[in-house]
């Protein structure tokens, strides 16, 4: 699929080259390549390179990738290195394409992302002829941080596919089934949704479904083949992208009766969560946001257990800006998309966190996600 967006994206890219004085832009990015081309590969051991100057783009990609973006990347020029004898006299270096179309055009000051650069890049561009590079890099990711009309659209069918993962996930939990079975169930009934509305799109998936008193108090772990059993707190968490982006939607849940004090943990979770999702709307500093989740959990006396950040941006990457901490005075824009996942984890007790995916307006928050999210709802 080729996005709509990419012409407008291309232009705003040229016109800060130009008021930066620089004569081209080299991005190794895999995620902003696809930003700006159209053009995402399955795999990234070779290398894929994307050159931007004023009048034109180029894609230099493997010889196992042509048919691909010829097929999908949105460029003037595409070039094609090759590892078969056959081809070889046509060219098997990539850096050496890169080094010859920016000498052979006299290109003297570029662009990079200083984050994906590696040495062997500045040699390459040093012996190109090039006397000056400076970061672009933070301009893309401010670019990609407020999606246009095309990209909301997808984040929100993502939003509506990732729900019913979750929900199907849910109603799957009972003893002796295991973490990696309960993951399995969600993602076959969000992949024939997705098959049977949205025939012919790329979908990604990600899952994990940490159970128990111990693991559930790890925010971040891979499901493992652990069968659950009574009295388990299990934290349900999945991503979809859609076509590349982004929406994600987690519950936790108790088989068989909480505690006392397990309620008590839920409804404040339940409580900050809410709190921090009214709290969304353009204008509004990241770190007000995380203080509405966080001031109902630190009143709670949970301060100490509630070790990350409210929420963070959703997009093309897993984890983007705006990041939703108590030191960020940066502004949410309208059309920005942000997780809320106020989340705390105590040792021996177990973690609590929903997470849900929300459009920021200027009216307030728009939730594209849902699932059972009541105590009553997450006992099973």
Known sequence: MVLKGISRRVSRLREYLLNSGLDFALILNPLNQYYYTGFYALIYSRPIL????????????????????????????????????????????????????????????????????????????????????????GFVLRERLVKDDEELDLIRKAGKIVSVGVVESMKAIREDITEIEIDGVGSLALLKSAAEELPGRRLELFVMSPSGRERSALPHVFSISRKLKKGDIIIHSRQVALDGYRAECERTVFL?????????????????????????????????????????????????????????????????????????DDLLEEGMVVSIEPGFYIPGVGGFRHSDTVIVTSKGPELITSAPAELEECIV
């Open 256 to 328: 068989g009766d909480p505690t006392p004090k397990d309620r008590e943990y839920f409804k404040v979770m339940l409580e900050a969560q809410r709190a921090a999702i009214e709290a969304v709307r353009a204008g509004v500093r990241c770190k007000d946001v995380d203080n509405a989740a966080r001031s109902i959990i630190a009143k709670a006396g949970l301060a100490e257990f509630a070790i990350h950040r409210t929420g963070h941006g959703l997009g093309l990457s897993a984890h983007e800006g705006p990041y939703l901490r108590f030191d960020s």
């Open 50 to 137: 994307f050159l931007i100057s004023q009048d034109e783009t180029h894609l230099i990609v493997p010889c196992l990738e042509e048919l691909h973006a010829k097929e999908d990347a949105k460029v003037d020029h595409i070039h094609v290195y090759y590892e078969h004898p056959e081809k070889a006299q046509e060219g098997i270096d990539p850096l050496k394409m890169v080094r010859d179309i920016i000498a052979k055009r006299g290109w003297r000051r570029g662009g990079i992302e200083r984050d994906s650069l590696p040495l062997s890049f500045w040699e390459l561009l040093s012996d190109a002829g090039v006397k000056e590079l400076r970061d672009v890099g």
